[in-house]
């Protein structure tokens, strides 16, 4: 009881300098979930994610899945309208665009109401957004904070804050791919060149939502703001029904690890599916002989990775693995219509992955991210149909086909994927 009660106080797990012992670690975690009888729908797979990153399942939480930009952006606001005691937002980038200055209305209406408001963006992220978007929220009295300045400590520039996450008086929690930018959708008419960009967020109702708050807690921290009051969180006696949830959050020097083991055992103990969508795929060496592990033993594995991109290095270093994947058996698609941002998972009808993190060397090493694991038969179908209404609108990487590529393609590709770790 002890040990249940201090993961529930208002302490990010896991804990900064904690050790993962030996059998939970990425290269092996991956078998011990093999033996599980019952896969991701095994009691014991729950407990196993709980001990790898030594946070609590979290558990009488509700879900809705978005998919589209504007019904996102619909939800939170309807949440920062409702908004009484408290508004957090964290975000990689705010720009002052259509839907940046809608949120600014939106928020500064809060403070009018008495809500307290704080902002805490990317330095780099939210380059492009101008000084006087920021001084007009200070203006408003609203608190805002920039992540790592540019001009300031030049050893954390490599550091970013790559979470978005946004919690409305620690009952109401966003969290997943979406920046809060027009790239997603608009709420005028106009649509960016291309179209807004797939994408995917979750809203949550529940516990989790207070571990959502603890997480921002640290990145403001983090950047000079007032300690937030964070009371411990009441442990129900007999939880009321609802969804698990695992919040699987990093930041350099903390969680990296787990949220790589966290992985590894979910891929382990895939069943049927493994279905993989993601924005900036380059990962290491390990994550793709688990994939290719998983797909030997008959799990249908399929990544639905970007035809277009705002990053063709990284598209180019995601390239020059595919030949690996294609060999193991893992089924590879690239969306067409436009950009593809989201980064979600979803396996065997019942557990589910929606967060920030890419499957890319700067997401588990210099980013500080923030992802759902969510046990619920519901949200794994809602990603399911959404997963096979993208890959109508792809197109499957074929072996035959990819393995007589031009020479100089396939030189591009190996010299980017060399360059992976620096992308």
Sequence with gaps: MRRLRRMLDPIVHPVLGRRLPPELRADRVGRLAEAFADGVEDPAFASLLERIDDSPIHPSNHVTIYTHGDDAFAAMSEALRAAREEILLESYILRDDSVGRRFLDLLGA?????????????????????????????????????FHPLFGNLWNQVFRDHRKILVVDRKIGFTGGM?????????????RKGGPWRDTHVRVTGPAVWEMAVVFSEGWGRTGGDPLKIPPLALPHHPEPGVGILVLDSRPFRGHHESASVLTAIAGAARRTLWITNAYFAPGRSAVRELGAAARRGVDVRLLLPGKTDAPLV??????????????????????????HAKSLVTDGHLSLVGSSNLDFRSFFFNAECNLVIFCPDSARTLEQAFAKDLARSEEILPKSWNRRPIGEKLRDGLARWLAPAL
């Design 179 to 191: 920046n809060i930018s027009e790239d997603y959708g608009s709420f005028s008419r106009s649509r």
């Design 110 to 146: 809060a403070v009018q109401r008495g809500v307290t408001v704080r902002v805490l963006a990317d330095a780099v992220g939210s380059f492009e957004t101008r000084r006087a978007f920021w001084r007009e929220m200070a203006d408003h009295g609203i608190e805002r904070r920039l």
């Design 315 to 340: 598209r180019y270093a995601s390239h020059g693995i595919y030949a690996d994947l294609l060999a193991a058996g893992v089924r590879i698609f690239e969306y067409q219509p436009e950009i593809l």
